[in-house]
C-alpha cells in the first residue's frame, strides 16, 4: 500500500562512491549472513583521506600543525593504526585508549592526554611515554609534577586547559586566576616540568569563537615565554563540523518535518539534532577557521600563529571518521500500521548512540532489498529494536522508502563511523556487540575484508 507522500521529508547522504562500489559487489548480504546479525564496516581509505586532507590545508597555510585524532569518536583499531601510518597523533582520555595507542604503534610522544581528573595511573603512564598532558585543574598540575618527580625519567610535557570565556559554565579548563597561577607553578616546577603552551576545547561549531580563543592562548604564550617557559604551541580541541547532506536537503527537512512524520508523534526539538549540513566542514572548515581574523587582531589566524611561532595542535574526532563507515542490520519483521510500517531489525538502538542524545540519527538508511523492485511509490516505515523497551527506536522517524520493507532485507546506516557505532554500545538483552570488518576496496575487482581485531 503506497500512500501519497510527495513530500515526505528525506536526508539523503552526500555521494560516497567506497559505498556504493561495497553495496553493488554482493558483500553485505554474505557478511550478514556471516555474523548472523548487525555489523560495523570501516573504510580506513576514507579516514586517511581526510587526514591527509587537513595536513595539506595546514601546510598550504603556511601553518605548523599537528593532528591528534580524537580516539573517543571510535573504538576500531584500524583508524589508530591509520593515524601512526600517516603522521599523526591520538588524543586519549583514558588508561585504555593510551594503552590501545601505543599498543597500535603510536609514539608516546604523539599522544595526547584529555580528559579531567586523570588518574595516577594515567599521569604515571603519560609521564613515561612522553605524552603531552593537557592540564585541567590546579591539583592536577601538582599531581603531574609529583608523578614526574617520583618517575625521575623525564620533565612531563603540558599543556594548561583554559575555561573558555565563552563558554563559563563549562566544567572544564582553568579561570584566569587559575591560570596565573599554574603558569607560576609551572616555572617553579623547572625541570619536573616542559610547559608546551594551552589547550581548549569548545562545545559548538562556530568559526569566530574558535579563532578569538586561539588568538588569545598566543597572547598567552607569549607572556609565559617571557617568563622562560616554552609555551611554543596551542591545542584547538575538536569540533570541526561534517556535512552528512547537502544545504537544500537539510533546509527542506528542517521545514518540513512535523511529529506526523515520527512514530508515535514523537517530538525532537530541531535545535537537539546534530547540524547534518555545515556551510564549511571538515578540512574547509579548519581552511576557513585558518583564514578568520580574530577579534581584536587585523590578521587572519594562519599569521598570528606564524608571527609568534606557535605550533597549531587539533584533535579532530568527527571529522576524521567522515565517510569512514556504515552500519548494517537485517530487517526480522514488518508490521503495517496506520499509513506505515514498523520496522524491527537484529539489533539495537545503542549500535545507533544519537538516540541516547535525546536525539534520532537523521541521514536516511538505505534499503538494500533481497528482491529488487521496480521503485512504485513512496513506503515510509520507523525501524525498532529488537528489544523489549518502548523508547529502543532506531529511527522514530517514518522513512521513505522507495519499496516496501520485507524481512530478510538489509538496512544500512551511512555514514556512522564518528559517534554512532560504539558510544553507548552494550550487550544489552545479551545481545552481542555488532563487530566491526575493516573493508579493502581501492584498485581491486572485489572487496575484500577482514575483522578490526580478533575477539578476545
Ligand atoms: C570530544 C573531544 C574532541 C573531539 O571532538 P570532535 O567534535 O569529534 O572533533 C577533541 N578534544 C577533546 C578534548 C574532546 O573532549
Known sequence: MAVNTQNWPRLPVL???????????????ELAYAFGGPFHFLLPDAFTANLRAMQETLSAAGVDGFVHYAKKANKAAVFVEQAAAHGAGIDVASTSELREALGH????????????????????????????????ALDELDAVITSALAGRIRPARILLRVLPPGQ???????????????????VEAGDALRMEGFSFHLSGYALQPRADLAASLVERCLNARVMGLQASRISIGGGLPTSYTDADSWHTFLATQ??????????????????????????????????????DGGAPLSQVLTDA??????????????????TVFRIQGVK???????????????????????SEYLPDPRLIPLQPDTPTGTFPASVGAATCLESDMLTWRKIAFGQRPRPGDLLLYPNTAGYQMDSNESPFHDLPLPPKVVIDHTDRPRPRWRLDRHFT
Not at 563549562?170 to 597561577?181: D, I, P
Open 15 to 29: 555521494p560516497d562512491a567506497a559505498t556504493d562500489a561495497i553495496v553493488t559487489s554482493g558483500l553485505l548480504p
Open 105 to 136: 604503534g603510536v609514539r608516546g610522544e604523539h599522544l595526547v592526554v584529555t580528559g579531567p581528573a586523570k588518574d595516577p595511573a594515567l599521569l604515571r603512564l603519560a609521564v613515561t611515554h612522553g605524552a603531552l598532558i593537557a592540564v585541567d
Open 168 to 186: 563559563p559554565r563549562s566544567r572544564f579548563g582553568m579561570t584566569v586566576t587559575e591560570l596565573t597561577t599554574a603558569v607560576q607553578r609551572s
Open 258 to 295: 512535523t511529529p506526523a512524520h515520527y512514530h508515535a508523534g514523537k517530538v525532537f526539538t530541531s535545535g537537539d539534532f546534530y547540524p547534518y549540513y555545515s556551510p564549511a566542514s571538515g578540512t574547509h572548515a579548519l581552511a576557513a577557521l585558518l583564514e578568520t581574523v580574530p577579534q
Open 309 to 326: 611561532g606557535v605550533e597549531l595542535l587539533l584533535e579532530p574526532g568527527r571529522a576524521l571518521l567522515d565517510q569512514a563507515g556504515a
Open 336 to 358: 503495517d500500521r496506520d499509513g506505515y510500517q514498523l520496522l524491527t531489525v537484529d539489533g539495537t538502538s545503542l549500535s545507533l548512540s544519537e538516540q541516547w542524545f535525546n
